[in-house]
């Protein structure tokens, strides 16, 4: 039978069980981008001394970083039936190891996507501290600060980004092979329909769309705090109060221009805007395939200031504000006693902290007024001028003991073991008050799913119960081996809620419903016995939509080459309409995600560290191995239409070094190491899972004292370029790979 990848016709090599959970790439691309940062920095510290018990202490901080990115996309987009598909055999998410797509008798285009980001960001910082010793016993600490940190748009337009797409229609056929683990796209070259000279020139580009990205964040914080301290003869009470305001402002302007259209097939890049290079032979590590296809870069500012103006302008699809504040405030008393036990000394710290927060959480919600199908997969988005402000609020109170005991079993010897309760604060962008409803990946009636999101201002931080044992061994003055378990009781993890509902009334033109175009198109599909691929479907229901069933099944069967549509006359439909929703189309029914506080879990483990110095040769060794086990994971073969709760991150970690401190020489050689581990969940709407593959890599620095005043350094980061890769349910499942260079840092430092 047919589906949204497959049709009668497709060969299937090794094919998945009925029913089985199967994973299929619908899109790989090749990126390379240059990126250009220019960073100052300011410090200033001050220090006054007005008698012997009083220290005065002012510093402020200024940092700006401007960051350039410009990169060039090589898109491999199937947008049909497969002709051949071959799977790995994987009997829990089965996935097409090599698919073919063959566009017989046509050509689909090759993209190019130019992109260029451009953002400046600022710090300013201001503190202030005061060191008061009222007597020989009790001593008071002031603390002021106030920071803001901006990042704003600094691009043309005053954009943050700018995506400007640019192809040409030169693919006969292509394959998507992962069975190395990296996707190896080849294409079948066909340039006959421009000079056929077996390569792309820079006058057979043409354009698509163009959209921009403007967005920005100001956070602002104040805080101050005051704190004590009483000495006695066996121990000290520390003491304190803090107050903490946040402020924190996003702003987020999208717009989408349509230039020729994605079925452009008339060439309008002027050839100076572009350059050629071969995008393939950027790659060291990795094979990409299509050797000798020639690929194009520009700059996406330059190119949409000398290309956009005779088309239509820009459509906003999306506009978003959000402002979330917290304030804290907060007290703290902890008790320090040194004692005996039994002849052993001992040290008991015993404190608790008491917290309350704050927030309020503001969003202008833009109202989306219709979701308009544009093309096979292709979906815009158009707001009304209407904005509902929303706001909320919430409260919450927190007491924070904590308890550490340690005791000296020999003079080298100690154990300790600990007690906390801590917390950790929602992300801000978990607490937003907005709603968005996302465009879907395809039609409905072939099986996408619409994803939304909705903020949650009442989320709670996540508390964590904490556990430690451990002993430390220092066999030499800077020697020592130590070893400990730790377990961490967490609850209020945030989860990922979704529900199904509908949204700002939007109409979904693509439900396959009984008595909608696009039930009519369904059905017209079948009776003339062709596949309902995404291309076949959008455009039999255009056509149904200008010129009504019966012809438009005539002008469908009319241009039918054996039982596929040719792909000209695809782009010529998707260039000439578009669907829009009517009264007969049901509303859509939104995947809905939201944050929530609905998760607990344990995590444990070990960890082992030492180091030894050979006598005084300066010469050391440094080794740490830390493993961390948790109880609650992904599963990679559950029902993708399932949210899943799995705790992020955890993976086991080791460190090997060898260090050199002698003469005014401070080195270190390090092998740093990293499993896999889960990195994010419910990615998408099949909820799919995001690891980070295990990674090593070899990094070195070396400072050298010249004077007492003056340091020149000298770091390398991942000497032996270790690369590196994300993927999904399976490892075949790639979402990301990235060839990492070696990175080098020559600096010094002068103090006065």
Not at 110 to 129: A, I, K, M
Not at 225 to 243: K, Q
Not at 560 to 576: F, K, R, S, V
Request: charged share 20%; proline share 3%; hydrophobic share 35%.
């Amino acid at each position: 039978g047919s589906s949204e990848f497959v049709g009668n016709d497709t060969i299937i090599n090794n094919a998945p069980a009925d029913g089985q959970l199967v994973s299929i790439p619908k899109d790989s691309r090749y990126h390379v981008s240059t990126n250009d940062r220019e960073r100052t920095n300011a410090q200033l510290t001050m220090q006054f001394r007005p008698r012997e018990d009083l220290t005065l202490t002012a510093d402020a901080l200024y940092a700006n970083n401007d960051q350039v990115e410009q990169r060039v996309d090589q898109g491999n987009w199937f947008n049909a039936i497969r002709s051949e598909m071959t799977f790995d055999g994987n009997s829990t998410v089965s996935t097409p190891i090599y698919q073919y797509q063959n566009i017989d008798g046509d050509v689909k285009d090759l993209g190019f996507e130019q992109q260029l980001r451009s953002t400046e960001d600022t710090l300013q910082s201001f503190g202030f501290n005061a060191e008061w010793d009222a007597s020989d016993s009790l001593s008071f600490s002031f603390d002021a600060h106030s920071s803001k940190s901006e990042s704003n748009p600094n691009g043309p337009y005053g954009t943050s980004s700018i995506l400007f797409g640019i192809g040409a229609f030169v693919v006969g056929g292509h394959s998507l092979d992962v069975s190395s683990g990296f996707p190896v796209a080849e294409i079948e070259f066909d340039d006959s329909d421009y000079n056929g000279n077996g390569q792309i020139d820079a006058n057979e580009l043409s354009t698509s769309v163009a959209r921009t990205i403007t967005s920005s964040q100001e956070h602002q914080i104040d805080q101050f705090r005051l704190d004590g301290t009483w000495e006695f003869d066996d121990g000290r009470i520390d003491f304190g109060i803090a107050s903490i305001g946040s402020e924190m402002t996003q702003r987020k302007l999208e717009t989408t221009q349509t230039l020729g259209g994605w079925g452009n097939r008339t060439p309008d890049i002027p050839a100076d805007l572009v350059e050629s290079f071969c995008m393939t032979c950027m790659f060291e590590d990795f094979n990409p395939g299509s050797a000798g296809i020639t690929a194009y870069r520009g700059n996406a500012g330059e190119l949409l200031t000398q290309i956009a103006g005779p088309y239509s302008e820009d459509d906003v699809t999306v506009r978003d504000y959000n402002f979330v504040e917290e304030d804290m405030t907060s007290a703290y008393f902890q008790f320090t006693l040194n004692g005996e036990l039994a002849s052993f000394p001992t040290q008991l710290v015993l404190g608790t902290r008491f917290e309350r927060t704050e927030t309020r959480a503001d969003s202008l919600i833009a109202v989306p007024e219709q979701i308009i199908w544009s093309s096979d997969n292709d979906f815009g988005r158009t707001l009304s001028g209407d904005s509902v402000p929303v706001s909320l609020k919430n409260t919450y109170d927190h007491l924070l003991p904590s308890l550490d005991f340690s005791i000296d079993l020999r003079e080298d010897l100690k154990g300790r073991v600990s007690y906390s309760k801590t917390i950790a604060r929602p992300e801000y962008g978990n607490m937003f008050a907005g709603i968005t409803a996302n465009n879907p990946s395809g039609p409905i009636a072939l099986g996408a799913v619409p994803g939304g999101s909705r903020g949650n201002s009442n989320l709670v931080p996540l508390e964590s119960d904490n556990f430690d044992l451990s002993v430390e061994w220092y066999y030499g003055d800077s020697s020592y081996v130590s070893a400990g378990f730790y377990e961490k009781r967490v609850s209020n993890f945030i989860g990922d809620g979704k529900f199904t509902e509908t949204m700002f009334d939007l109409r979904d033109p693509t439900s396959g419903a009984e008595g909608t175009r696009s039930g009519d198109a369904l059905a017209a599909l079948n009776a003339l016995g062709v596949d309902a691929s995404e291309a076949h479907l959008f455009t039999m229901t255009a056509l149904i939509d200008n010129f009504g069933v019966d012809e438009a099944r005539t002008l469908f069967a009319a241009n039918l080459d054996g039982e596929a549509l040719p792909q000209a006359y695809i782009d010529e439909i998707l260039t000439e309409y578009d669907v829009v929703a009517n009264e007969d189309d049901p509303y859509f029914q939104f995947d809905v995600s939201v944050p929530v506080n609905n998760r607990e879990a344990k995590i444990h483990g070990f960890e082992l560290a030492a180091q030894h110095f050979f006598g005084e040769t300066g010469f050391g060794l440094q080794a740490n191995l830390t493993t961390v086990r948790g109880d609650v994971g992904y599963d990679n073969g559950a029902n993708p239409n399932e949210t899943q709760f799995a705790l992020l991150g955890l993976s086991d970690s080791a460190n090997l070094a060898v260090i050199y401190e002698n003469f005014g020489v401070s080195a270190r050689l390090a092998y740093n190491w990293r499993d896999q581990f889960l990195s994010d969940v419910n990615r998408g709407a099949s909820n799919n899972p995001v690891y980070v593959d295990e990674f090593g890599q070899v990094d070195m620095n070396i400072s050298y004292e010249v004077t007492d005043n003056f340091t020149v350094l000298f770091e390398g980061l991942n000497l032996t370029e270790e690369s590196l890769k994300h993927f999904g349910r399976d490892e075949s499942n790639l979402w990301f790979a990235q060839e990492l260079d070696a990175r080098y840092l020559i600096g010094a430092q002068y103090k006065f």
